[in-house]
């Protein structure tokens, strides 16, 4: 079982930086793959980014990759999620999520999940 808590989230404006924190809860964390998603009003939830157990492995969205940087310290429990140069059609809410085992783009692979953090990226 692993608990997790986003947090880090707010109302940028575009061109601007911002890192989004998951903490999480519970043994073994090293074992977890971890993976950022996010659903905008309206729309299905979609990958943004994930990183392996071991944090040596990241893949990205297409729509994020350059701008965006999924990191995690193992010793902190800690996932983030740096965002550069947002856009506002990068405007969702961000979810952190886990699973055992590799990491994947899909979310109905990830067992556990955030609340949410809200992310509102201004013109």
């Known amino acids: 079982q692993v608990q997790l808590v986003e947090s880090g989230g707010g109302l940028v404006q575009a061109g601007d930086s911002l890192r989004l924190s998951c903490a999480a809860s519970?043994?073994?964390?090293?074992?977890?793959?971890m993976g950022w998603f996010r659903q905008a009003p309206g729309k299905e939830r979609e990958f943004v980014a994930s990183i392996s157990s071991g944090g040596g492995r990241t893949y990205y969205a297409d729509s994020v990759k350059g701008r965006f940087t999924i990191s995690r310290d193992n010793a902190k429990n800690a996932v983030n999620l740096q965002m550069n140069s947002p856009h506002p059609a990068d405007t969702a809410v961000y979810y952190c999520a886990a699973r055992l085992g590799e990491m994947q783009m899909s979310r109905y692979g990830y067992g556990y999940w955030g609340q949410g953090t809200q992310v509102t990226v201004s013109s």
């Open positions: 519970g043994r073994t964390f090293s074992g977890y793959a």
